[in-house]
């Protein structure tokens, strides 16, 4: 063999290797384009659909979600009703009781035979009228009975009271200031029955307490005419009736 016959010979093996070569590694890569294409196929639904339903992670979230704001309102609402009722009741509280003492402190209390002087005196005009006169002999303003109880002699009831004298409020009598009611002994024409002449007289308080008050002297006479007025803050009111 000529040396031209054999290079031709050495290039054609060397072609043939390379060409196998080259074969053998396209088969190599069709193998794998096929198995990575056939792993979607195997994992797809046997429906053929492509959608997925949605996940349990997604409605776990929108549970939690929805949890949460309930769980949020619900503490804010406990909290706004606490903070409600709290300043509530602590503002009536201190209201009711700021009222209450300002009213208890400005309120005068009621007198009583051991801090006024009831005095009794016979006038000339009206006819057969008595002025009692209630001069508050204490340190503090002091509120009188309604109207006298006045018990003259051993009577066994008071006189009535002439409602037309009622005053608008009780009298109340500030240190030294006096109080005044009127008294109607006897009829004026004769014409009350069960006359008596007596000297004493007695006016109960509404603590209990009783005043003793001296009458003019020699006395007076009484009938059933008998009538007393309500204790007035004006002497000619006391005497009007």
Same mark, same amino acid.
């Given at each position: 063999?000529?040396?031209?016959? *054999?290079?031709?010979?050495?290039?054609?093996?060397?072609?043939?290797?390379?060409?196998?070569?080259?074969?053998?590694?396209?088969?190599?890569? =069709?193998?794998?384009?096929?198995?990575?294409? *056939?792993?979607?196929?195997?994992?797809?639904?046997?429906? =053929?659909?492509?959608?997925?339903?949605?996940?349990?992670? @997604?409605?776990? !979230?929108?549970?939690?979600?929805?949890?949460?704001?309930?769980?949020?309102? !619900?503490?804010?609402?406990?909290?706004?009703?606490?903070?409600?009722?709290?300043? !509530?009741?602590?503002?009536?509280? &201190?209201?009711?009781?700021?009222?209450?003492?300002?009213?208890?402190?400005?309120?005068?209390? @009621?007198?009583?035979?051991?801090?006024?002087?009831?005095?009794?005196?016979?006038?000339?005009?009206?006819?057969?009228?008595?002025? /009692?006169?209630?001069?508050?002999?204490?340190? @503090?303003?002091?509120?009188?009975?309604?109207?006298?109880?006045?018990?003259?002699?051993?009577?066994?009831?008071?006189?009535?009271?002439?409602?037309?004298?009622?005053?608008?409020?009780?009298?109340?009598?500030?240190?030294?200031?006096?109080?005044?009611?009127?008294?109607?002994?006897?009829?004026? &024409? !004769?014409?009350?029955?069960?006359?008596?002449?007596? &000297?004493?007289?007695?006016?109960?308080?509404?603590?209990?307490?009783?005043?003793?008050?001296?009458?003019?002297?020699?006395?007076?006479?009484?009938?059933?005419?008998?009538?007393?007025?309500?204790?007035?803050?004006?002497?000619?009111?006391? /005497?009007?009736?």
């Amino acid at each position: 063999m000529s040396t031209r016959t *054999a290079r031709r010979t050495r290039l054609f093996a060397a072609t043939t290797v390379a060409l196998a070569a080259l074969a053998l590694t396209a088969c190599e890569s =069709g193998d794998g384009a096929d198995t990575g294409a *056939a792993a979607p196929s195997s994992s797809a639904p046997a429906g =053929g659909s492509s959608e997925q339903p949605p996940t349990d992670g @997604k409605e776990s !979230g929108d549970t939690t979600e929805a949890n949460g704001s309930k769980g949020t309102n !619900g503490s804010a609402g406990s909290s706004g009703a606490r903070d409600s009722s709290g300043s !509530g009741s602590s503002g009536s509280s &201190d209201k009711s009781t700021g009222g209450t003492g300002d009213d208890d402190s400005e309120m005068p209390g @009621k007198c009583s035979a051991a801090d006024v002087k009831i005095t009794a005196t016979k006038v000339t005009r009206p006819l057969n009228h008595l002025l /009692l006169t209630a001069t508050n002999t204490g340190s @503090k303003t002091c509120v009188l009975p309604p109207y006298p109880a006045a018990r003259f002699g051993e009577a066994q009831s008071v006189p009535p009271v002439a409602e037309v004298t009622r005053p608008q409020s009780l009298t109340g009598v500030e240190p030294g200031k006096s109080g005044y009611a009127g008294v109607v002994l006897s009829s004026g &024409d !004769g014409s009350g029955e069960n006359g008596y002449e007596t &000297d004493t007289l007695t006016v109960p308080f509404e603590d209990g307490s009783i005043a003793t008050v001296a009458l003019p002297a020699g006395g007076v006479y009484v009938d059933t005419a008998l009538t007393v007025t309500y204790w007035q803050t004006d002497m000619d009111a006391a /005497l009007g009736h």
